[in-house]
């Protein structure tokens, strides 16, 4: 088999994209005007579908703080974390991030797939264990496949599938590490947390919640859903992102245990790779404190997913879960799905589309996030494109 015979089914899909001339992985934002609008084949759009959940991306302190560190630390730290790339600022983040969390320390990676691959590569390893949501994000399944650990997967959001599994594990449960995520990207459903730390308590093991969508989010401080059902104490391990609530692009884990600071030595994606720039630093510094007195921010956001999920509920549509900031319309045939997006985009709203592999039990899903700076005529022009297409689904 020749090196690039294996993208022949990938070219052939998308060979029928182009004839149905649909390019829904390549879409440029030709210009961005605020975080819900920019210019898309050269039409106004609304954007939703950017995960800017608090809208943060054009806050004018997160900017200022930006273009000061950009003026006085320059471009890029040109170098990892392990070796010139740690400036004051990602040291005092990860002091304020520990700190929102009330935790012993935190460590800073480039992005919030490098937070997974290193936290997993470092702590697991071939003898170890890891028991995974079948539902948890890419990052998740690539960080336990760099760790050689083994992997044991339960039903989606199913405790007791857990609790069986971790049963059959024996003496090995109290060393495993179990994976899941607040807020799952892909259908916005939430853990059953409290019945996890539960099989925890029982068992033993340590837990890693992947709060990448829900920090900001959820909680009164915004620290997720660790923080709204009340165990933030339970979770060992917090991995979170940059690049949704706060407006940026980078990651981090916290964690009260000790050892979080060994991480350091041995987490490849850790040490082989370039630390986030010192403009970035400073805008996620800015936007976490934001973030943390950010009441209002989550109130507004509450209210444009409850405004969209009511008005698509309404119109019959199938939805993936509760209100949540990620709403994801359940679709059957790829077909019918990529053309009910692109008429979307035609109609200048511009939200994800999802589709086998990616997706959870082989579902097409048009994925739509929700941010506080939507504006209710936003959110109604949103609906109002649906209700356009409700005819054809
Ligand atoms: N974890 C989850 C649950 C995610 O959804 C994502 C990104 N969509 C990541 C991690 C990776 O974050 P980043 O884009 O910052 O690398």
Redesign the pocket.
Known sequence: MGLFDKFQGMAAARSELEALRIDPFGVEIERIISPTEGIIHGRHTILAGT?NYLGLTFNPECIAAAHRALDAEGTGTTGSRMANGSYSGHRRLEEELAAFYGMRDAIVFS??????LGMLAALTGPNDVVLLDAD?????YDGCRLSGAEVIRFRHNNAADLAKRMRRLGARAADTLILV?GI??MLGDCAPLKEIVDVKREFGGYLLV?E??SLGVLGERGRGLVEELGVLADADFI?G????SLGG???FCVSDLPALDLVRYSSRPYIFTASPSPATIASTRQALHILADGRELRARLRENFERLHAGLTAMGYTLGASPSPVIAVVFGETITTLKFWHDLLQRGVYVNLMLPPATPNGVSLIRCSVSAAHTPEQIDAVCAAFADLRAVT
């Open positions: 995960n992005t919030g797939y490098q937070a997974n948890c994000h890419a990052s998740i995520e799952y990207s992947d990448a969508h991995v992102t940059f690049s949704k692009a980078g990651g």
